[in-house]
């Protein structure tokens, strides 16, 4: 038997007990995990009310890790625990995980900052480069630059060659992050933002037209974003943080010939999702990626699942083993 994380009831945190030991079957790899993050999409997963449907329970959580091969290889793995009836997920001491879904890591790696990165960062880099086409010299703008992807994509714009990022965030604090983080200058959204009062704000951070608009959040800030976007520009979405809907006006659009794109993650071919990974980890092992996280004992997986669940954590919770 092997210590993991069970949750036994959609919408409660869950807690610690006992799983027998994953058997690999064929096209499996079994692994030692060592780190694991609770993210927003193991949480919506846990609630019942995803997409994907009601999961069966009990079930271990967890749709990605970090651990070790037998031979000692670290690897990135992920799981669709949540998503697929009957998958255990990455919360336990040891897994057993389809070939395709683990990838190997570059000696050097911190693993539970790899950890805290995991599928945020990747998300962060395909919007900005599968689908957001960044080019060198192109100034970006990205909102919700204070949470996990946007701190990524402050980063790894810098890294793709983005001349300028504008960094917009709800907290002072975060934006002083993102100013740490590489951001140009940074914007506030505030609670009493319409679009015409956080565009004007936007114009005067920006140096001249943005070329791309990286938008966890959605909102607002879209809205406002693209009014600051060059003919031809782009904005691309992977979230709804600050609103479901956004005033989003048709001659804004149209009189700017303005793309509007969305992102997802399983839109990536493993061989993407791959080679994203090998990226972030390139990054991250050479000291030129970080994100706010903090390291959280697995034992106490229960108060930390109800601090992300609740939005009380400050950056990404990592559990390690």
């Not at 793995?77 to 336990?92: I, L, N």
């Not at 570059?106 to 957001?132: F, R």
């Not at 990022?165 to 975060?174: I, L, P």
Request: with cysteine.
């Amino acid at each position: 038997m092997i210590r993991a994380a069970l949750l036994t009831a959609c919408g409660t945190a869950p807690t610690i007990g006992e799983r027998p030991a994953p058997v690999p079957a064929a096209g499996e790899l079994p692994i030692t995990v060592e780190a694991v993050p609770i993210t927003p999409l193991d949480v919506l997963c846990a609630t019942g009310t995803s997409y994907f449907g009601t999961p069966p329970t009990p079930y271990v959580p967890g749709v990605q890790g970090v651990g070790r091969l037998a031979d000692g290889t670290a690897v990135w793995f992920g799981t669709s625990a949540g998503m697929r009836p009957g998958v255990d997920g990455s919360m336990a001491a040891a897994v057993a995980v389809p070939t395709a879904d683990v990838v190997p890591l570059p000696s050097g790696v911190p693993l539970t900052l790899l950890a805290a990165l995991g599928l945020s960062a990747v998300a962060a880099h395909g919007a900005l480069t599968h689908a957001g086409e960044l080019a060198v010299g192109e100034q970006v703008i990205v909102l919700g630059a204070g949470g996990v992807v946007g701190q990524a994509a402050v980063q790894l714009a810098r890294l793709g060659g983005a001349s300028r990022v504008v960094a917009v965030s709800r907290s002072a604090k975060a934006r002083a992050r993102a100013e740490e983080l590489g951001a140009s200058v940074s914007v506030p959204f505030l609670p009493d933002d319409d679009v015409t009062t956080l565009t004007d704000r936007l114009r005067q951070a920006v140096d001249g037209p943005v070329d791309l608009v990286l938008d966890p959040v959605f909102g607002i800030p879209a809205a406002a974003a693209l009014r600051v976007v060059r003919p031809g520009g782009r904005l691309v979405n992977l979230g709804s943080a600050a609103g479901a809907t956004a005033p989003i006006e048709s001659a804004v659009l149209r009189s700017g010939s303005l793309r509007m794109i969305g992102y997802t993650n399983n839109g990536l071919s493993a061989e993407e999702r791959s080679a994203s990974l090998a990226v972030v980890a390139g990054h991250a092992a050479s000291g030129r990626l970080t994100v706010d996280h903090e390291l959280v004992p697995f034992g106490s997986v229960a108060q930390a699942w109800s601090r992300q669940a609740e939005g009380r954590a400050a950056g990404r919770l990592v559990l390690v083993f």
